[in-house]
């Protein structure tokens, strides 16, 4: 079964922790993207990255960092920095081509930070 | 920039009743449109799409819509919601060269029995 994977769904941690989301998929997908969901808020974008080894920043990636060492894979690391991390998290991969913006979406993982 | 709005935060219709969730968007090219939905606690899926062609697309589970380019519009219908269709409804544009998507803040759908 091909599709993205996210773990854990759930995550706890004590404010001043950094902590890194899981992002796997097997869907041969060359994008892959991070969204931050906050009720009412709709997605924010977070990073994306177009190939291996390289990402860019989207609407609010102060206080989060990214890696994406193979195609199958991009983790997100909430760092410490970040003001108010409890959310709903949420990854996705494109197929390749420009212009091919249908993006598919993993399960999500809920961080709570007390 | 390009935005995406959706003017209703909630919408509760009956079961059997018809459906119609707005979206308008701010796109100076032809935009790529797309709705998708959420259920509680899950990930997205993708419902249907519009890139060019028929103005008219159909999607999966029933569901429609219209894009309209004099109202900046892509409307979501169904004649006829199930309970099973509550849900929070995202309508979104693609934007730039790195395939990137614009959502709007959703909509949350209840259904009565």
């Known amino acids: 079964d091909g599709g993205i994977t996210q773990s854990p769904k759930y995550l706890f941690r004590k404010e001043g922790q950094n902590v890194t989301l899981s992002c796997e998929q097997n869907l041969n997908h060359d994008a892959m993207y991070w969204y931050r969901q906050d009720p009412g808020q709709g997605l924010r974008l977070i990073y994306y990255?177009?190939?291996?080894?390289?990402?860019q920043k989207g609407d609010i990636a102060e206080g989060y960092s990214v890696s994406r060492e193979k195609k199958e894979s991009f983790p997100l690391t909430v760092t410490s920095a970040q003001k108010n991390p409890t959310a709903f998290y949420l990854c996705?991969?494109?197929?390749?081509?420009?212009?091919?913006?249908?993006?598919?979406f993993g399960p999500g993982t809920r961080l709570t930070v007390t | 920039a390009q935005s995406v709005t959706q003017p209703d935060i909630h919408i509760t219709v009956s079961e059997g009743a018809s459906l119609e969730l707005r979206c308008n968007y701010s796109?100076?090219?032809?935009?790529?449109l797309f709705w998708y939905v959420q259920s509680p606690g899950q990930g997205l899926q993708l419902l249907l799409k519009y890139f060019s062609g028929d103005t008219l697309v159909q999607g999966i589970k029933g569901f429609e819509a219209e894009f309209k380019r004099s109202q900046s519009s892509f409307n979501l219908r169904k004649p006829s919601v199930h309970w099973s269709d509550a849900a929070e409804y995202f309508c979104a544009v693609g934007e730039g060269s790195y395939n990137k998507l614009i959502f709007g803040a959703g909509t949350r759908l209840a259904v009565h029995p």
């Open positions: 996705a991969s494109s197929p390749p081509g420009t212009g091919n913006y249908e993006q598919y």
């Open positions: 990255s177009q190939i291996v080894n390289d990402f």
């Open positions: 796109y100076g090219a032809t935009p790529y």
